[in-house]
Antibody, heavy 120, light 113 residues
Framework: QLQLQESGPRLVKPSETLSLTCTVS??????????WGWIRQPPGKALEWIGS???????YYNPSLKSRVTISIDTSKSQFSLKLSSVTAADTAIYYC????????????WGQGSLVTVSS | DIVMTQSPDSLAVSLGERATINCKSS????????????LAWYQQKPGQPPKLLFS???TRESGVPDRFSGSGSGTDFTLTISSLQAEDVAVYYC?????????FGQGTKVEIK
């Protein structure tokens, strides 16, 4: 059974960089059939697609966040990562990693989510 | 960008009764070359990640009870729970993946009356 697990600091100071890693187990991150994405959800609010990566290293970003986002993938470690720079309180959210059926398609497998708070 | 609007924002339904959630896209998400609607539905319970219910507007995910159904085409879509059960209490989201950036609806909260 495929599993995804987010890890990283839960508290980030304003203007700093948020960094999260998603570890994939029970399946291959190098599959040519899937993409690996990040989606976030501010407390009590709707979902927002941040971006995704393919095993080859190709990346796709939400234009609204593109200037601040970097997603990378390390197939040797079965991990993919998210970096979001210059964070503000508006970036406080639950961050989910997921396996997607296309660069911005639906996903049947999600991590449990990691609540990241931006505060000094 | 395509905007997804769900209605209602919340609804309370008696156990065993029908619940209907609507989702409208600001432009068609039907791709004419393959006649597929690029729409997914998710269920999210408190403290849990979203669970995929339907892709392609009406393709039920394995394990999803058949009391759930997805329908619609073009710009108007519906998620129906034919006989509401206690375990269906959740927030439901639609999601268009026709074009980037993908967009989710604001969510519809389903409760027991």
């Amino acid at each position: 059974q495929l599993q995804l697990q987010e890890s990283g600091p839960r508290l980030v100071k304003p203007s700093e960089t948020l960094s999260l890693t998603c570890t994939v187990s029970g399946g291959s991150i190098s599959s040519s059939s899937f993409y690996w994405g990040w989606i976030r959800q501010p407390p009590g609010k709707a979902l927002e697609w941040i971006g995704s990566a393919y095993y080859s290293g190709s990346t796709y970003y939400n234009p609204s966040l593109k200037s601040r986002v970097t997603i990378s993938i390390d197939t040797s470690k079965s991990q993919f990562s998210l970096k979001l720079s210059s964070v503000t309180a508006a970036d406080t959210a639950i961050y989910y990693c997921a396996r997607l059926n296309g660069p911005y398609y639906y996903g049947a497998y999600w991590g449990q989510g990691s609540l990241v708070t931006v505060s000094s | 960008d395509i905007v997804m609007t769900q209605s209602p924002d919340s609804l309370a339904v008696s156990l065993g009764e029908r619940a209907t959630i609507n989702c409208k896209s600001s432009q068609s998400i039907l791709y004419s070359s393959n006649n597929k609607n690029y729409l997914a539905w998710y269920q999210q319970k408190p403290g849990q990640p979203p669970k995929l219910l339907f892709s392609w507007a009406s393709t039920r995910e394995s394990g999803v009870p058949d009391r759930f159904s997805g329908s619609g085409s073009g710009t108007d879509f519906t998620l129906t729970i034919s006989s509401l059960q206690a375990e269906d209490v959740a927030v439901y989201y639609c999601h268009q993946y026709y074009s980037t950036p993908p967009a989710f609806g604001q969510g519809t909260k389903v409760e027991i009356k």
